[in-house]
């Protein structure tokens, strides 16, 4: 892939996602469904904190680009890779995956019909449908350099771990579950749901490690290889 398109893909991307996060910021403050955006607004979900994350790592590849020499070696594309390996790519198809298979059991659950009277079917799929895609292209475009699976684990043991003890604030501070879904569960249920989450996640970024092997070669796991 050249340095050229690699560069054009990296610039849409990350200005796609920060149209996106802004759109949804702007929407804070306006009279929108009860609890939507109570307490936390948009910070409590884990699709606008995936969205984030996709804009971080977007705006790093593509300022990244823009070194000269030989990009593996810098500290800016060491830390891009671990964002993309550990947390982008895992994180963000976990959304997509999640979010589309509660939906079509029952939208209630995750994605109330109300909201759609505020946030248009377009904005739907850009949090939910288009992320999918741009990562895979992300994965074509360029290899990245995956750290040792336990750190990377751990790394996502902490960050999922943190998320729930967010909700479960969220939920006592103002008696109102982030996703609907999250009520149906007993305290159990949820620890188990937890468990079961983080095992589809760790499944997604062992999915991508071996997506990166097969396209760029084994040796980009160790060093990220120079794009030619």
Same mark, same amino acid.
């Given at each position: ?8 893909? &990296? ?20 009279e929108?469904?009860?609890? +939507?955006?109570? /307490? ?17 790592f ?8 823009l070194q ?9 594309? !060491? ?35 109300? +909201? ?10 850009a949090? &939910?449908? #288009? ?12 290899? &990245?350099? /995956?750290?040792?699976?336990? &750190? ?18 969220? /939920? +006592?501070?103002?008696? +109102? ?10 305290t159990?249920?949820?620890?188990? #749901? ?10 997604? /970024? ?15 796991? !160790?060093?990220t290889?120079?794009?030619?």
């Open positions: 892939m050249t340095s050229a398109v690699r560069r054009v893909f &990296h610039i849409t991307a990350f200005s796609w996602y920060a149209f996106i996060v802004k759109y949804l910021t702007d929407k804070d403050g306006e929108l469904p009860e609890g +939507i955006f109570v /307490y936390g607004g948009p910070w409590k979900y884990l699709t606008f904190l995936n969205l984030l994350v996709q804009m971080a977007f705006g790093l590849a593509a300022v990244n680009d000269p020499g030989k990009e593996g070696k810098s500290i800016l594309s !060491k830390f891009k890779d671990l964002l993309f390996s550990v947390f982008a790519f895992p994180v963000g198809t976990f959304v997509v995956l999640l979010f589309w298979a509660i939906f079509a059991y029952d939208r209630e659950l995750v994605y109330p019909a109300a +909201i759609d009277t505020f946030f248009p079917p377009w904005m739907n799929h949090m &939910h449908t #288009f992320v999918l895609p741009v990562l895979l292209g992300e994965v074509l475009v360029q290899p &990245h350099a /995956y750290p040792q699976t336990k &750190h990377a684990l751990g790394a996502l043991g902490i960050v999922g771990l943190a998320y729930l003890f967010w909700i479960i604030w969220v /939920y +006592i501070s103002v008696g +109102i579950w982030v996703y609907p879904l999250l009520g149906l569960f007993s159990a249920g949820l620890v188990g #749901f937890f468990f079961l989450n983080m095992s589809v996640v760790t499944l997604l /970024y062992l999915l991508g490690d071996k997506l990166n092997s097969c396209v760029w070669g084994r040796d980009t796991n !160790k060093s290889a120079e794009t030619k």
